[in-house]
């Protein structure tokens, strides 16, 4: 008895250590361990709290996909990795971006637990190949879960974070990982839903007049440009989290909107600025070249190779943390290799760029703009997706299109042969002509274009070759300035899609070369383009 009772003592003596924060920003252990053979994933379970400024406590669990679990994925930027604030997982202390911990806290439910799909919490990253077996199986994550939220970031005051009784009377807290008040992203959101709601697609008044009784103010285009900036806009890891949903949901701070009003909104200001020319808002510009691209990709429907390289050439001005998830990024869109983050980065870009070349038989990455500052390391034919192009993402996306409506190998695939080394691309080809002469070359901010078409028409008038148009040279000059290539629209389907010019064309082809032309009017296949003379034909590069 006398035992029992010193031993209890003891035991209340023993002093209480507190649970340390791992390295790594990692649990530590991430338990429990995943079945790298088998399609098994972590779910986080998000533990409920009655008031907002409680501490957040998470649980992990794992689950098999082919189960179908029930779970919501999140899509967010990282932020800062230098700001972090303290959760618990598993009862234990683990620091994450300040950008997570606000995500985490507006979605915590009151009462009820919810089950989400973290990349940073469900992932050991410290692990290559667990990294590399879970990005993966990103593809289904994502097409799987039924909702899945795109996190732009917290008010810019952090008032989301604080209980309702304070908001306003406790000293502001600035959140690094967003830049817009809770007014402002409640006109941006507001903004977009009256874009989306614009469908009588009439285009003798400008946009801006047309929206409603009173017209917006200049504070809605702001705002809007201002929510387009957030971070996750510009990271590529989010291109497939916004992609890949069936109904993903825009949040920002406590507000929330359908991405598919956004894209709605896109797509009304689309039509408006190519077919009035005359809503020339700098934010309608930015909506577009924002989301047209995720646009494209969503109603393209089925993933394929083909639709994985145009992905790496639009998405490639997107920003990632490491080199390797340029390529990585984008696999769940049709790639045919895996991820391996035992590669390094010029393995992952040749590989990639060289078993995309095989599986589709086509030359796609050699269509690609000029890059700046190129790795000296690559070979001349892998694009290096971290040099920064030569040009816009219009230009990069134009090509992309472009591409598919030319068939000069008549169906025939590029013919590979061996090499010992893996930094040469071995290709059979044909000699078919000889340049003779070369004219000066277009861009965007040439105000000399017309001058350099002139000099165009010049050349071509001096050949001496046979045209392959009935109606002759002139024929062939107008298609020529717009690669045989129109943009135009398709009730059937939102925005604009690109198809063969027809005889029809001519008109509007010279008023896009017309004084009055902008740079958004200007057929973006011009840029960069020279004319070449050559001794058996004419045609431009």
């Not at 008895?1 to 031993?7: E, F, L, P, V």
């Not at 510009?285 to 691209?293: A, C, E, K, S």
């Not at 993933?303 to 992905?311: C, I, N, R, S």
């Not at 002509?433 to 002469?437: A, E, G, N």
């Given at each position: 008895?006398?035992?029992?009772?010193?031993?209890?003592?003891?035991?209340?003596?023993?002093?209480?250590?507190?649970?340390?924060p791992?390295?790594?920003?990692?649990?530590?252990?991430?338990?429990?361990?995943?079945?790298?053979?088998?399609?098994?994933?972590?779910?986080?379970?998000?533990?409920?709290?009655?008031?907002r400024?409680?501490?957040?406590?998470?649980?992990?669990?794992?689950?098999?996909?082919?189960?179908?679990?029930?779970?919501?994925?999140?899509?967010?930027?990282?932020?800062?990795?230098?700001?972090?604030?303290?959760?618990?997982?598993?009862?234990?202390?683990?620091?994450?971006?300040?950008?997570?911990?606000?995500?985490?806290?507006?979605?915590?439910?009151?009462?009820?637990?919810?089950?989400?799909?973290?990349?940073?919490?469900?992932?050991?990253?410290?692990?290559?190949?667990?990294?590399?077996h879970?990005?993966?199986?990103?593809?289904?994550?994502?097409?799987?879960?039924?909702?899945?939220?795109?996190?732009?970031?917290?008010?810019?005051?952090?008032?989301?974070?604080?209980?309702?009784?304070?908001?306003?009377?406790?000293?502001?807290?600035?959140?690094?990982?967003?830049?817009?008040?809770?007014?402002?992203?409640?006109?941006?959101?507001?903004?977009?839903?009256?874009?989306?709601?614009?469908?009588?697609?009439?285009?003798?008044?400008?946009?801006?007049?047309?929206?409603?009784?009173?017209?917006?103010?200049?504070?809605?285009?702001?705002?809007?440009?201002?929510?387009?900036?957030?971070?996750?806009?510009?990271?590529?890891?989010?291109?497939?989290?916004?992609?890949?949903?069936?109904?993903?949901?825009?949040?920002?701070?406590?507000?929330?909107?359908?991405?598919e009003?956004?894209l709605?909104?896109?797509?009304?200001?689309?039509?408006?600025?190519?077919?009035?020319g005359?809503c020339?808002?700098p934010?309608?510009?930015?909506?577009?070249?924002?989301?047209?691209?995720?646009?494209?990709?969503?109603?393209?429907?089925?993933?394929?190779?083909?639709?994985?390289?145009?992905?790496?050439?639009?998405?490639?001005?997107?920003?990632?943390?490491?080199?390797?998830?340029?390529?990585?990024?984008?696999?769940?869109l049709?790639?045919?290799?895996t991820?391996?983050?035992?590669?390094s980065?010029?393995?992952?870009?040749?590989?990639?760029?060289?078993?995309?070349?095989?599986?589709?038989?086509?030359l796609?990455?050699?269509?690609?703009?000029?890059?700046?500052?190129?790795?000296?390391?690559?070979?001349?034919?892998?694009?290096?997706?971290?040099?920064e192009?030569?040009?816009?993402?219009?230009?990069?996306?134009?090509?992309?299109?472009?591409?598919?409506?030319?068939?000069?190998?008549?169906?025939?695939?590029?013919?590979?042969?061996?090499?010992?080394?893996?930094?040469?691309?071995?290709?059979?080809?044909?000699?078919t002509?000889?340049?003779?002469?070369v004219?000066?070359?277009?861009?965007?901010?040439?105000?000399?274009?017309?001058?350099?078409?002139?000099?165009?028409?010049?050349?071509?008038?001096?050949?001496?070759?046979?045209?392959?148009?009935?109606?002759g040279?002139?024929e062939?000059?107008?298609?020529?300035?717009?690669?045989?290539?129109?943009?135009?629209?398709?009730?059937?389907?939102?925005?604009?899609?690109?198809?063969?010019?027809?005889?029809?064309?001519?008109?509007?082809?010279?008023?896009?070369?017309?004084?009055?032309?902008?740079?958004?009017?200007?057929?973006?296949?011009?840029?960069?383009?020279?004319?070449?003379?050559?001794?058996?034909?004419?045609?431009?590069?």
């Open positions: 008895m006398a035992t029992t009772k010193r031993r209890t003592q003891n035991r209340r003596r023993r002093p209480r250590v507190p649970p340390q791992p390295r790594n920003n990692q649990p530590q252990p991430l338990p429990p361990q995943l079945d790298l053979h088998n399609r098994q994933i972590r779910i986080l379970r998000l533990l409920p709290a009655p008031n400024t409680d501490p957040i406590q998470c649980a992990l669990y794992t689950a098999y996909l082919d189960d179908d679990p029930s779970y919501e994925a999140l899509s967010y930027a990282w932020g800062d990795a230098t700001v972090t604030r303290q959760i618990f997982v598993n009862k234990s202390r683990v620091n994450v971006t300040e950008n997570l911990a606000a995500a985490l806290r507006n979605l915590r439910r009151r009462f009820h637990d919810r089950c989400l799909w973290v990349d940073a919490l469900c992932i050991n990253q410290r692990d290559d190949a667990e990294k590399s879970q990005v993966n199986l990103m593809k289904d994550i994502y097409a799987r879960a039924p909702n899945t939220i795109l996190w732009l970031g917290d008010y810019l005051d952090g008032s989301s974070s604080l209980p309702p009784h304070t908001m306003g009377t406790s000293p502001v807290r600035r959140c690094p990982s967003a830049a817009m008040s809770r007014r402002e992203v409640a006109t941006a959101f507001r903004f977009l839903r009256r874009l989306a709601r614009d469908e009588d697609g009439a285009c003798d008044v400008p946009l801006t007049r047309r929206l409603a009784a009173q017209p917006p103010g200049p504070e809605c285009f702001e705002a809007m440009k201002s929510l387009l900036a957030l971070p996750w806009w510009s990271r590529i890891w989010t291109v497939q989290e916004a992609v890949l949903p069936k109904r993903p949901t825009v949040m920002c701070g406590t507000m929330q909107i359908p991405l009003i956004v709605k909104a896109s797509s009304n200001s689309e039509r408006h600025r190519f077919k009035c005359r020339r808002q934010g309608l510009g930015v909506l577009w070249d924002t989301i047209h691209p995720i646009q494209f990709v969503r109603l393209t429907g089925d993933v394929t190779p083909e639709l994985f390289a145009d992905a790496l050439i639009m998405f490639r001005y997107r920003k990632a943390s490491d080199p390797r998830d340029r390529v990585f990024a984008l696999l769940g049709g790639a045919t290799i991820a391996d983050y035992s590669l980065c010029k393995e992952v870009f040749i590989n990639s760029a060289r078993q995309q070349i095989v599986q589709s038989g086509h796609i990455f050699l269509k690609r703009i000029a890059e700046r500052n190129r790795s000296p390391d690559l070979p001349s034919w892998v694009p290096d997706w971290c040099a192009p030569d040009g816009y993402v219009s230009q990069s996306t134009a090509w992309s299109h472009v591409y598919k409506f030319y068939n000069a190998a008549s169906g025939k695939r590029a013919i590979i042969g061996h090499s010992d080394s893996e930094s040469v691309l071995a290709l059979q080809g044909w000699v002509d000889k340049v003779s002469m004219s000066d070359y277009v861009t965007w901010d040439n105000e000399d274009r017309f001058t350099v078409a002139d000099q165009w028409k010049d050349m071509m008038m001096k050949s001496q070759n046979c045209c392959p148009y009935q109606e040279y002139e062939a000059f107008w298609r020529l300035t717009v690669c045989d290539v129109f943009i135009a629209e398709d009730d059937k389907r939102p925005g604009f899609y690109y198809r063969r010019a027809v005889a029809e064309d001519e008109a509007e082809s010279k008023r896009t070369w017309g004084a009055n032309a902008s740079r958004e009017m200007i057929a973006p296949f011009a840029q960069g383009k020279q004319f070449l003379s050559c001794q058996g034909a004419s045609q431009a590069t």
